[in-house]
C-alpha cells in the first residue's frame, strides 16, 4: 500500500514539474526579444460556411436587398463581386442605409446575388480607404432568406464577437 501512494505520490509530482517546465519554456518563446517589437494580425480560424462560426468574427450581421450588381473587382488576387445593398433588419452591428459590399468564394467566383433580394449578410467593413464597403465574410451557400434561415443567423449573432487584431 505504501509503495502504491509512494509511486502515485511521485508520479504526480514529475507530471507537475513537467509542466512547470513547459510553461516556463513556452513563456520565454513566447516573448518578444529584447528591444524588438512585434506587429501584425493574430489569424484565428472559422468556418466560413457556418453562420455561427461566421457570425462570431463579423462587425455586421444584417438582413440587405441586393438593388445592384455594381462592378467585379480583383482584391488581393480574388475575384470580387461588388453589390449595392439596401440594409434592412439589423442583428449585429450598427450599419444602415444603403451600403456597398464585395462577395466572392475564396475556391471562385461565386453565383451572382439576384437584384431585389434579401440575403442575411456577415461583414466586416474594408479598413483600406481605397476599397470602400464591407466584406462579406460568409463563404456558404447564398440564398434568399427565410424564416428559418433567419432564426440561424439571429441566435448566431447573439454569440460573442471574436474580431482578431
Known amino acids: 500500500m505504501i509503495k502504491k501512494t509512494t509511486a502515485g505520490v511521485a508520479g504526480a509530482v514529475a507530471a507537475g514539474v513537467l509542466a512547470l517546465g513547459g510553461w516556463f519554456g513556452y513563456q520565454e518563446w513566447s516573448e518578444p526579444l529584447e528591444g524588438h ?66 462577395y466572392g468564394l475564396d475556391e471562385g467566383t461565386a453565383v451572382r446575388l439576384k437584384a431585389g433580394s434579401t440575403y442575411v449578410f456577415a461583414t466586416n467593413a474594408w479598413t483600406d480607404e481605397s476599397r470602400d464597403g464591407h466584406a462579406q465574410l460568409f463563404q456558404g451557400e447564398m440564398r434568399p432568406v427565410d424564416s428559418a434561415q433567419l432564426a440561424v443567423w439571429k441566435d448566431a449573432a447573439a454569440l460573442p464577437l471574436r474580431l482578431s487584431q
Open 37 to 102: 517589437v512585434l506587429e501584425g494580425h493574430v489569424l484565428e480560424s472559422y468556418d466560413a460556411t457556418s453562420p455561427m462560426s461566421t457570425a462570431q468574427h463579423s462587425e455586421n450581421v444584417f438582413t440587405g436587398r441586393v438593388t445592384a450588381f455594381e462592378e467585379q473587382r480583383d482584391i488581393e488576387g480574388w475575384t470580387q463581386d461588388v453589390y449595392r445593398v439596401e440594409v434592412g433588419s439589423v442583428l449585429r452591428g450598427s450599419v444602415k442605409g444603403a451600403v456597398r459590399v464585395t
